[in-house]
């Protein structure tokens, strides 16, 4: 059985930061592209950036440049870097391996 932990959310001044973590387990890690994701209250969730099993990174482009997606594979862990955060930033955000969603942690940005 799959399972995707996040942590590390929590309420944070513009212009701060954080660091989310999100570990898995009952999944070959290694061989899968990781991802995270957010929903910010009343709109879809969207993308927020990948990484592949090479380490090749995507993000969506309002976080280029702020936010760093990394992973352990000796951990079963993906990471998320995230600096300068702005009130836009606000929303639970989901980890991502094959298709297999966590709970989510949520991040609140306040201005």
């Known amino acids: 059985q799959v399972q995707l932990v996040e942590s590390g959310g929590g309420l944070v001044q513009a212009g701060g930061s954080l660091r989310l973590s999100c570990a898995a387990s009952?999944?070959?890690?290694?061989?899968?592209?990781a991802g995270w994701y957010r929903q910010a209250p009343g709109k879809q969730r969207e993308l927020v950036a990948t990484i592949t099993i090479g380490g090749r990174t995507n993000y969506a482009d309002s976080v280029k440049g702020r936010f760093t997606i990394s992973r352990d594979n000796a951990k079963n862990t993906v990471y998320l870097q995230m600096n300068s955060l702005k009130p836009e930033d606000t929303g639970v955000y989901y980890c991502n391996v094959d298709n297999n969603w966590g709970k989510g942690t949520l991040v609140t940005v306040s201005s």
């Open positions: 009952g999944i070959i890690f290694s061989i899968r592209t």
